[in-house]
C-alpha cells in the first residue's frame, strides 16, 4: 500500500513517522548521555580469582570490563557494593593463599609427611592474611623452616621464618609496624624466637632489625634516632619561645648534642687512717688467766727442816706489768705460777661505693639561633627594618638558655646572631591552561554531551517537525466569513483563480472590499466546496468550462 503526500492520509502516516524517528532518536541520545559510570570491583589478583569472578559476573548477568592494562575489573557504580558482597558469599576472590580450610578435605590414607606439608602451608598462609590486614601491606608471603623434631637435646634446632612483605605504592613501615609484625609470627610459630624472623620488602630492604650490623661508630639506628628527635625538640622549644617575640618566619635555630650512650660501673673500699683509743670501737675482746698453786713444804728434807722458823719479813711484791709473773706466797720457797692473756680486736672503718652511669646523658649541647632584623612601622605607615637593642638580645639569650636547658659546667655553648634575612623569591609555577586542567576534561565532557543532545533535537525540530506542522497548519486555518464571497469573473466568464504553490490545494480569491484589493485571501477547503457549488448553481457554463480544461490539461 503507497501512500501519496498530497492526500491526508499519506501526510498523517508521514507526520507519525517522522515524530517516531525523532523520539527514537532523542531516546538513543538521552541513553548515551546516560551512559553509567564504571568503578574498580576488586584489583591485584591472581589470574585464578580473576577467571572465577569473570564466570560469576557472566552468570548473574551484571555488565563489566577490564580497566586499562587489565590490573582491574571494572562494574557499573551502581552495582559495585551488591557484587562485592554476592561474591564474597561463593568465597571470592580467594587471594593466593590458603589457610587451614586446606585441612578439611584431607584424604583417607595420605601420608604423614603429606599431613606435615599441608599444615605447613596452611600455617604460611594464616600467617600471610594476618599480615595482610596491616594497612600499608599490600600482599605478604610467608616461609617456614621447620626443622624435624629429635629426641636428644643437643640436636634439637629452633625454626625460622622469612616474610617478603609488598607495601601499597608510596606506603611504608616504621620500627614499631615492623617490630609488631616480627613478634606476630613470633607468637604464632612454637618455639620460635624473634630473632629467627626477617622481614624484607619488595624492594629487597631489611626490616627487621636482627640482621643489621652496628655502624662504624659503635651506634645502633634507635641511638641515632633518639639524637635525632633530641636536637629537633631543643629546636622547637627554642623557635617556640622566640617567635611570639619576633614574629613567624624571623628566628632560625639548629642545636648538636653530644649524648654518652657509654654504660659505667664503678665499685669502691676506702679505709680512714686509725682513730684514738677513745673513739675506737670495740668489735671483740678475749681475756684469760691461768695460776699454778706451789707446795707450802718445799725444801730439802733434812736437818734443817726441823729446825725453827726465822723471823717474818716483808714480802717484795711484783707489779703486774707483765704478763704470765710468777709470785711466790710469803714462807714458801717456791711459790704457784699464774698467766693472763687479754686481746681487744677494734673495728676498721670501711666505705664501699657503687656508682653505675645511665645510658643517654647528654655531654655537651651546641645551639645556634639567627634572629632577623625587627620591623619598625613608620608614622607615614612606611615599614622599615632596623637592628636588635642589646637589651632585646639579652632578652632573647636569656631565654634561649631557659629553653635549652644550658649548663655551663657542662660546657654547653650558645651563639646569638641578629642579621637580616634575605629575601626567599618564590618559584614561580607555570599556570597551567585552563583546557589542560584534568577537572575541567570531565566537566567538558559532559557539557558535550549535554549540547550534541539539544542540537539534535533542535534540528529535527526545525527541519523535520516543524515544516510538517506548519502545512497543516496552513490547511486548517480558518479565513473570515466576510471574506467568503463569489468570486469575479473575467471577461470569459471564469473565477480568478490562483494556487499558493506546487504540492498546495488553498485557493486564492481576490477581494475587492479589503484594504489592499490585491492581496489574496485562503479559503479552507469547506468553503471553496460551499463557493464551487454556490458557482455551479449560478453560472453552470462557468464552471463547465473549467472542467474541461482539466480535462484538457
Do not use: C
Amino acid at each position: 500500500m503507497r501512500f501519496a503526500p498530497q492526500t491526508p492520509g499519506g501526510r498523517n502516516a508521514l507526520l507519525m513517522g517522522a515524530v517516531a524517528a525523532i523520539a527514537a532518536l532523542i531516546a538513543g541520545v538521552w541513553m548515551w548521555g546516560q551512559k553509567p559510570e564504571y568503578r574498580v570491583l576488586f584489583s591485584n589478583f591472581s589470574d585464578r580469582d580473576g577467571g572465577a569472578i569473570v564466570a560469576a559476573l557472566q552468570q548473574m548477568n551484571v555488565p563489566y570490563k577490564y580497566a586499562e592494562g587489565g590490573g582491574a575489573i571494572l562494574v557499573p557504580d551502581d552495582k559495585v557494593h551488591d557484587v562485592r558482597l554476592k561474591l564474597a558469599s561463593q568465597g571470592l576472590p580467594k587471594g593466593g593463599s590458603v589457610g587451614f580450610e586446606l585441612m578439611e578435605n584431607q584424604k583417607l590414607g595420605v601420608s604423614q609427611f603429606h599431613e606435615q606439608v599441608n599444615f605447613q602451608r596452611a600455617l604460611e598462609g594464616e600467617l600471610a592474611r594476618s599480615i595482610q590486614s596491616v594497612a600499608a601491606v599490600q600482599t605478604a608471603r610467608v616461609h617456614l623452616a621447620l626443622p624435624k623434631s629429635s629426641v636428644f637435646v643437643r640436636d634439637q634446632q629452633k625454626p625460622t621464618v622469612s616474610v617478603l612483605l609488598n607495601l601499597h605504592p608510596g606506603r611504608m613501615l616504621d620500627a614499631q609496624q615492623v617490630s609488631a609484625i616480627v613478634h606476630l609470627v613470633a607468637s604464632s610459630v612454637p618455639d620460635l624466637p624473634i630473632k629467627n624472623v626477617t622481614v624484607v620488602d619488595q624492594s629487597g630492604n631489611l626490616l627487621s632489625e636482627n640482621g643489621k650490623t652496628p655502624a662504624s661508630n659503635g651506634l645502633d639506628p634507635t641511638q641515632l634516632k633518639y639524637v635525632q628527635e633530641l636536637q629537633q625538640s631543643i629546636v622547637r622549644r627554642v623557635e617556640s619561645i622566640i617567635t611570639p617575640i619576633v614574629g613567624q618566619n624571623n628566628v632560625r635555630a639548629e642545636a648538636t648534642a653530644d649524648v654518652d650512650f657509654s654504660t659505667s660501673e664503678q665499685a669502691a673500699e676506702m679505709y680512714k687512717p686509725n682513730q684514738t683509743p677513745n673513739s675506737a670501737t670495740v668489735r671483740s675482746q678475749h681475756n684469760s688467766e691461768a695460776q699454778n698453786g706451789g707446795n707450802n713444804n718445799a725444801g730439802v728434807p733434812g736437818a734443817l727442816t726441823n729446825q725453827p722458823p726465822a723471823p717474818s719479813t716483808a714480802p717484795v711484791v711484783n707489779p703486774q706489768g707483765a704478763a704470765g709473773t710468777a709470785m711466790n706466797p710469803p714462807g714458801t720457797g717456791a711459790a704457784g705460777s699464774s698467766q693472763r692473756d687479754s686481746t681487744v680486736n677494734y673495728e676498721v672503718d670501711k666505705t664501699i661505693r657503687y656508682v653505675q652511669q645511665p645510658m643517654g646523658g647528654i655531654k655537651r649541647l651546641t645551639v645556634a639561633v639567627v634572629v632577623n632584623y625587627k620591623r619598625v612601622t613608620g608614622k607615614d605607615g612606611k615599614v622599615t627594618t632596623r637592628p636588635l637593642t642589646d637589651a632585646e638580645k639579652t632578652e632573647i639569650t636569656d631565654l634561649v638558655k631557659e629553653a635549652m636547658g644550658f649548663n655551663k659546667d657542662r660546657g654547653d655553648s650558645l651563639n646569638v646572631v641578629n642579621s637580616p634575612f634575605a629575601g626567599m623569591e618564590k618559584e614561580e609555577l607555570p599556570e597551567v591552561p585552563l583546557w589542560k586542567q584534568p577537572e575541567m576534561h570531565s566537566l567538558a565532557k559532559e557539557v558535550g554531551r549535554y549540547l550534541l543532545l539539544a542540537l539534535v533535537v533542535l534540528l529535527l525540530y526545525f527541519k523535520v517537525l516543524k515544516p510538517l506542522i506548519y502545512k497543516d497548519e496552513k490547511k486548517d486555518e480558518e479565513k473570515d466569513p466576510e471574506l467568503l464571497e463569489a468570486p469575479e469573473l473575467d471577461e470569459n466568464g471564469n473565477p480568478i483563480v490562483k494556487e499558493l504553490g506546487e504540492g498546495e490545494d488553498a485557493l486564492l480569491l481576490e477581494d475587492d472590499d479589503d484594504d489592499d484589493p490585491t492581496k489574496p485571501q485562503m479559503m479552507t477547503y469547506a468553503k471553496r466546496l460551499e463557493a464551487a457549488k454556490k458557482l455551479a448553481k449560478e453560472n453552470p457554463k462557468v464552471v463547465a468550462n473549467v472542467i474541461k480544461e482539466w480535462i484538457a490539461e
